[in-house]
């Protein structure tokens, strides 16, 4: 751990210390600390009224084909909106680990599985960073999380590793359309989303790296853009010692959908 503050080397350049990080992730809690009371309801609103999160929510989890007594790990789980879905499909039969960062949203997640009577679900407080997978797992699932953890492509490796034979990977997340200006981008995260680190964010292009991970580490990834390319849907199976590297497999398009092969990472559309 250095002294908070960032380094300079010889050559003046910028030294990124661990505490950054560690400073990134503290802010990152507060945010969510201070959400977490109405998290239900603003997270509805978010990026704009209307937007069909229960509808992708659904398709999010229907991609994997979960059976009763499936085990499903929900990384960054919030309080729990996916945990009715689930539910209804694995039945008191199976099992959901919530994984979450921030204390204050998984008292709400522990708030609804009381309301509701499940037995089968279990809590744990870790960074997705260092959360370790039970194994066999059946499905891996995140939603409008993953690309807020910088290190979410090793996130995907360990998962991977961790999945049961014809175990699934699904991400469900926003992201900024292929070929915006830079400056269109900025305006309309800032509009959208005016607390977070939006620039930080945005040069990151974190979905980038969530589909050249699940690409490298699942078999059959499918990658579909959703909502003109403000969000994409990814599922990805364990990768079998025998099948083959990555087949790849794109959905039938809705209107402002995309779906196509996970080459043309950086920036290229999907051919
Ligand atoms: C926008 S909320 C999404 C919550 C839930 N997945 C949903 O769909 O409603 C983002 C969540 O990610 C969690 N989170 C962010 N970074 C994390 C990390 N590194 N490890 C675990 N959870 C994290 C936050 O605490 C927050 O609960």
Redesign the pocket.
């Known amino acids: 751990m250095g002294d908070g503050r960032p380094h300079g080397d010889a050559t003046g350049i910028e030294q990124h210390t661990a505490s950054q990080a560690d400073r990134g992730r503290d802010r990152?809690?507060e945010t969510?600390r201070k959400k977490a009371k109405h998290y239900d309801v603003t997270?509805r609103l978010y990026p704009v009224p209307g937007y069909p999160h229960g509808a992708l929510r659904r398709r999010a989890v229907q991609a994997f084909g979960l059976r009763a007594g499936d085990s499903v790990v929900d990384?960054?789980?919030?309080?729990g909106?996916?945990f009715p879905l689930i539910e209804e499909a694995i039945g008191p039969g199976g099992r959901i680990i919530g994984?979450?960062?921030?204390d204050a949203?998984l008292a709400h997640a522990r708030d609804r599985i009381a309301a509701n009577g499940w037995s089968n679900v279990s809590l744990v407080h870790?960074?997705?960073?260092e959360f370790e997978f039970p194994a066999r797992v059946s499905a891996i699932l995140?939603?409008?999380?993953l690309s807020?953890?910088p290190d979410c492509a090793a996130v995907i490796a360990r998962g991977a590793a961790a999945l049961a034979g014809g175990g699934r990977w699904v991400v469900l997340d926003v992201k900024v359309p292929d070929n915006t200006p830079r400056r269109l981008t900025q305006l309309g995260t800032a509009l959208v989303r005016p607390h977070a680190a939006i620039d930080e964010w945005i040069m990151r292009r974190p979905w980038e790296a969530i589909r050249a991970a699940m690409q490298d580490e699942l078999a059959d990834l499918s990658w579909t853009e959703l909502l003109f390319g403000t969000a994409f849907l990814a599922a990805g199976s364990r990768r079998s010692l025998t099948a083959g590297d990555g087949r790849l497999v794109g959905s039938p398009g809705l209107p402002g959908e995309h779906a196509g092969p996970a080459a043309g990472i950086g920036g290229q559309r999907p051919g």
């Open positions: 990152l809690i969510y997270s990384i960054a789980c919030g309080t909106l996916n994984v979450d960062l921030t949203m870790a960074d997705a960073a995140s939603t409008y999380a807020q953890v």
